[in-house]
């Protein structure tokens, strides 16, 4: 029997397109991708709008992409990488993603990832943090809904305090003045009855007219207070610079805890310039924009709070526009870390170029609402998986004696040629001889002290 030239065109065709669909169905973008490189570069590019729950955060949580996205692996690609080219092909389900987001959250910026990296990014999405269930933690550590409560009335309170002062302060000058008024009275009194008036005593003579008369009870008062002014005395001037555990209050309440722990906000998010340069910085009002354009209301605040960060920028909520000509008015946040003028502090040098953890100074800032100056016992006492290579001291942080406390004790990592080769060129520059090389090299550890950290000129102007 003869088959056609017709008929083996066709089972080529066919056994083509059946392989090309087999072939392009195993090359799906969401199979086969690197989850651990994913898990890195969607934190760097897509944690601050999304989540891989399907939770809304600044944006559509991510699970179930593969499914919403299926069979269209080209367009997913273009829309990451630039949205409104891929709503221009229009998709059904594209134009359906736009007119529900656009309104509320804006469009989304296009990303610069590869195809390789997106194939990466959405392996980390459909399996989940690379860790394992051991990732399943961190919402006990977070602050409960409770504290948070406690917390935001706190920092209303203490708004209260100054008032407090200003209220007492008015009080004492009426009981003054209403003396005063009294004894004039009294005074007026005499004079109608032809009585003397009343001895013009001063203010001085009554008072210690008034303690002779009660000088047991002023002696006992007066030696408590020398023994109490005495103690706090010397215990201040010990603690002179030293504001371990200070907290101010913020003229917004701005919480670490919902946004870092709750929300899994990465630090260099909003301080970014903590590794690349001298200051870590307070986030601008813009940086808020980013998530808060959408998220207009929060769980414990309800829309006060946020109703700052609107008008700080000029936004109005219910139109979800700018307002034109608006004079911005950027939150004044009060600094809660103060090193004196004559200290010089680089943050790159520790986090970049040290790589020391931000909680090893920091403290357990995903507990904090309002910013705080972490105590040495707050440092010590967190978990060390927590804060990779925790290294305990005993010294109030940003003291001098903290400072170079850890430089005694942190070693230079020399794993890294970078840093042998820097080292070497230090030793040629500071014209070391080889004993004391040998002496620094004795216990097979380079600490920072041993590098020069100890060198009045490197931390003071
Ligand atoms: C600045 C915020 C922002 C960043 C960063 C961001 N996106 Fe988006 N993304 C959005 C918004 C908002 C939408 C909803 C559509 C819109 O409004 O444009 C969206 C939609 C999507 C969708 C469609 C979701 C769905 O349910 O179909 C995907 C997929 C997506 N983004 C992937 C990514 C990836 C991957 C990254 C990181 C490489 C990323 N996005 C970074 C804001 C962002
Ligand atoms: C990466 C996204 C993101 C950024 C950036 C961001 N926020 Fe938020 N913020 C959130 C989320 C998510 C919530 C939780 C909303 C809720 O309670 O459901 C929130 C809640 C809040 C709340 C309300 C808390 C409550 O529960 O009452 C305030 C106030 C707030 N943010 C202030 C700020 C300020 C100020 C900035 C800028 C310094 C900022 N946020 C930046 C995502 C963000
Ligand atoms: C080696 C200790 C150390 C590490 C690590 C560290 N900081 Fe700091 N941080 C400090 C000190 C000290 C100050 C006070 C600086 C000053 O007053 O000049 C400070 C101040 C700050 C401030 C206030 C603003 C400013 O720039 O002065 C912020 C915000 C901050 N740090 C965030 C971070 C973040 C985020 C990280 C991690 C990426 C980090 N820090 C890592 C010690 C550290
Ligand atoms: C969503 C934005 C955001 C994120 C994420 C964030 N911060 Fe902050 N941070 C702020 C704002 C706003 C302030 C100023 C208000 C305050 O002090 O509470 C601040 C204050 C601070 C301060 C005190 C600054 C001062 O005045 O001395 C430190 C230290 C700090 N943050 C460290 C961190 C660390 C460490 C992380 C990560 C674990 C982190 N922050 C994550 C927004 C953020
Ligand atoms: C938790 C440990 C730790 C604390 C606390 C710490 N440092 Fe450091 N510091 C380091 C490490 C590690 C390096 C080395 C980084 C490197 O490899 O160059 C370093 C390096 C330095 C250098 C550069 C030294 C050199 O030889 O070039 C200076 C300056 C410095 N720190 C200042 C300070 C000051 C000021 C403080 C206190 C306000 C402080 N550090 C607190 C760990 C710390
Ligand atoms: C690793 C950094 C570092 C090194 C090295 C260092 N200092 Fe300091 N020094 C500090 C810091 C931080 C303070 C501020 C402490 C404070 O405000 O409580 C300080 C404060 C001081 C003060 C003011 C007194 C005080 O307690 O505020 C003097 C004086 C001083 N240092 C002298 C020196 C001398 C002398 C050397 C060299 C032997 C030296 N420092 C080395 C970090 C350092």
Not at 269 to 289: D, E, L, Q, R, T
Not at 331 to 338: G, L, P, Q, S
Not at 342 to 350: A, D, G, K, T
Request: proline share 4%; charged share 20%; glycine share 8%.
């Amino acid at each position: 029997m003869r088959f056609s030239e017709r008929f083996y065109h066709r089972i080529l065709v066919t056994l083509t397109l059946v392989m090309s669909m087999t072939v392009s169905s195993f090359a799906s973008i969401h199979e086969g991708g690197d989850a651990a490189k994913g898990e890195q570069l969607f934190k760097a590019n897509c944690a601050s709008c999304h989540k891989i729950t399907n939770e809304v955060l600044a944006a559509p949580g991510l699970q179930g992409i593969d499914q919403r996205w299926a069979g269209k692996d080209a367009l997913l690609v273009k829309w990451i990488q630039n949205p409104q080219a891929a709503a221009a092909s229009g998709d059904a389900y594209v134009k359906g993603l736009v007119s529900t987001y656009v309104p509320q959250f804006g469009w989304m910026a296009g990303q610069a990832v590869s195809e390789a990296e997106i194939k990466d990014i959405l392996a980390y999405v459909k399996k989940g943090p690379v860790g394992g269930g051991a990732k399943a933690a961190p919402t006990n550590e977070c602050k409960t809904l409770e504290e948070l409560k406690a917390d935001a009335e706190k920092n209303e309170e203490s708004d209260g305090f100054i008032w407090f002062i200003i209220v007492g302060v008015i009080l004492a000058i009426i009981a003054v003045s209403a003396a005063n008024i009294s004894k004039s009275l009294k005074n007026a009194i005499n004079e109608r009855e032809g009585l003397p008036a009343l001895p013009e005593v001063g203010y001085g003579k009554s008072i210690r007219g008034w303690m002779w008369k009660n000088r047991t009870f002023v002696s006992i008062v007066g030696l408590f207070l020398v023994c109490y002014f005495a103690v706090v005395g010397y215990s201040t001037l010990m603690d002179i610079g030293v504001y371990e555990g200070y907290t101010p209050t913020q003229p917004v309440w701005f919480s670490h805890s919902i946004h870092v722990c709750q929300n899994e906000v990465d630090c260099n998010y909003c301080h970014s310039s903590a590794a690349k340069s001298k200051h870590a910085g307070i986030p601008s009002v813009n940086v808020c924009m980013n998530c808060h354009k959408g998220i207009n209301k929060g769980t414990i605040t309800g829309e006060k709070e946020i109703n700052k960060i609107y008008a700080a920028i000029g936004f109005d909520p219910t139109t979800k526009t700018y307002k034109t000509d608006y004079k911005e008015q950027p939150i004044e946040w009060n600094k809660v870390h103060n090193l004196p003028d004559h200290v010089y502090f680089n943050h790159s040098q520790h986090v970049t170029v040290g790589n020391i953890d931000c909680k090893q100074c920091h403290g357990p800032v995903e507990k904090y609402t309002v910013g705080h100056q972490a105590t040495i016992d707050e440092i010590n006492a967190q978990d060390p998986a927590s804060v990779p290579g925790l290294i305990k001291l005993t010294k109030p942080t940003l003291t001098m004696g903290w400072c170079i406390e850890c430089h005694n004790k942190a070693q230079i990592d020399l794993t890294s040629t970078e840093y042998y080769e820097e080292m070497h060129n230090r030793f040629k520059a500071t014209g070391l001889g080889q004993r004391t090389i040998r002496d620094i090299m004795e216990d097979g550890e380079v600490t920072v002290r041993e590098m020069g950290g100890w060198e009045c000129g490197k931390c003071h102007y």
